[in-house]
């Protein structure tokens, strides 16, 4: 969880930006993910909705 920490970074709209390219172990096997991009809850990305999956994984969740 500790690349996670410093891959990812939490913007005020509740979605997530990565800030440093990384590879990691997903709920459905290995993503990389690029720097720069932006996830959203309700996007799917290979199959999973990351910025649910990272609240989740910071207990941010929302419950939505």
């Known amino acids: 969880m500790g690349n996670l920490g410093k891959a990812f970074q939490r913007n005020a709209d509740g979605s997530w930006t990565c800030v440093q390219a990384t590879t990691f172990d997903g709920p459905n096997g290995r993503m990389q993910v690029p720097e720069g991009t932006t996830y959203r ?8 909705e990351l910025a649910r999956w990272l609240d989740e ?3 941010l969740d929302e419950k939505r």
């Open 57 to 59: 994984q910071f207990g």
């Open 41 to 48: 809850r309700g996007t799917l990305f290979m199959g999973v």
